[in-house]
């Protein structure tokens, strides 16, 4: 029933309960494992990299904000390009920028070439997030925020194991070693060359354009009432980016200093991070399927507030139960949020993916360097304390309009 591709293009086309295509959904969600984990070796490395060029946190903010804004700006014109002019074979092509830019890093002589190797790996996230998301509701069958959840925690565990492998691979073997990882980004081609094939057929069998023509012809809120929940929605995705980008960037950092932890140590403590958020990830999107993901948003932003407060005044065991606790619910919030956009403007799929994935990029990378200029400045545990605050701003969901998306997955 699940084998044949034309059958999911007749059951989008007639059924009212289209088949989910668990295949298509895990092969995405394995080359966002392989994407996001080809990313997270640039944070890994950082200790390394602050070594081999005498870089101060303000430059180390600088490389993430050069990659995070290089996929922040490109991200959403992606998304409006694509929901025009698919490109079904584009996410192989993404990743190809991806892969040159890894091999640069692997030989970057100077702190500008890094840079310039970090763009190039922002440019093919910002080609790989807005159409893998497309991809992802189209092979959802109805459960969006399945779909994406299983997109989303093949990213979040590419992004946990990155560091692990950074510690076994590079640190011991230096900044040479990058270029290995160019086999994992040469595997994500091959993958993702074989899901454009998929995406192609399914243009081909007509369900894109007709379901699109579809849906877009009403939005369910008034144009005011959306653009007002963008806003909150934007302010819940500067309060979560930020303080993650506080953990993603500079969580070695804190512990080397204030526990005196070696670098392997540290990594492996941002691995636990990681792989809560992953779990989170994982278990947002189904939740919010079934119980809404207005609440879901709500708890997972909000609710960790009392962790981020107790986080910097914690001794080295309860630092590292607090930030599993902070990854895991901070984490279920971006699925929801993704899912509960989309809904709010239906037919936008790429549009609306670019311009959130974008905007979490973007705060990540603005995150980065100002708190890099505060560490520099004010000491890292300063920053901690800082950014225990950002998840009060999980209050403002209160703003958001009543969608009901469990019965629009049911009509």
Known sequence: MDTALPTAANSAAASPAPTTR????????????????????????????KGE??????????????YQITASLLQPLVGLYTDRHPKPYSLAFGMGATLIGLLMLSMA??????????????????????????IARMASGGQHGLAQSIFQVGGNMGSAVGPLLAAVIIIPHGQSAVAWFGLAALLAISVLWQI???????????AGPKKKAAVAAHSP????TVAWAFVVLM??????????????????????????L?????????????????????????????????????VSILGVAPFTLMLPYANLMWTGVLTFVIGLIL??????????????????????????????????????????????????????????YLPLLGMFAVFLPNVEPPRRAAA
């Open 221 to 224: 809120l008034p144009r005011r």
């Open 22 to 49: 668990f295949r298509v959904l895990g092969a995405i969600s394995f080359s966002h494992f392989l994407n996001d984990m080809i990313q997270s070796l640039i944070l890994a490395i950082y200790p390394m990299l």
């Open 262 to 298: 070696s670098v392997q140590s540290a990594q492996v403590h941002l691995f636990v991070f990681l792989f809560a958020v992953a779990v989170g990830a994982m278990a947002g999107g189904p939740i919010g399927d079934r119980i809404g993901r207005k609440l879901v948003i709500w």
């Open 196 to 206: 454009g094939g998929w995406y192609k057929q399914q243009q081909l069998a007509g």
């Open 109 to 134: 002589p100077n702190f500008g070439i890094v840079l310039f190797a970090a763009a190039l790996v922002g440019t093919g996230s910002s080609i790989f997030h807005p159409e893998s998301s497309r």
């Open 235 to 260: 302010v819940l995705i500067f309060s979560k980016y930020f303080y993650l980008t506080s953990i993603s960037s500079y969580y070695i950092f804190y512990l080397m200093s204030k526990f005196h």
């Open 331 to 388: 984490a279920s919030a971006f699925s929801a949020i993704l899912v509960f956009a989309q809904e709010l403007v239906p037919g936008k799929v790429g549009a609306v993916s670019g311009m959130f994935f974008g905007f979490a990029f973007g705060m990540g990378g603005i995150g980065a360097a100002v708190l890099g200029a505060l560490a520099d400045t004010h000491g890292i545990v300063y920053v901690y304390r800082l950014c225990a």
């Open 53 to 66: 060029f005498s870089l101060s946190f303000v430059q180390i903010g600088l490389i993430t904000l050069t």
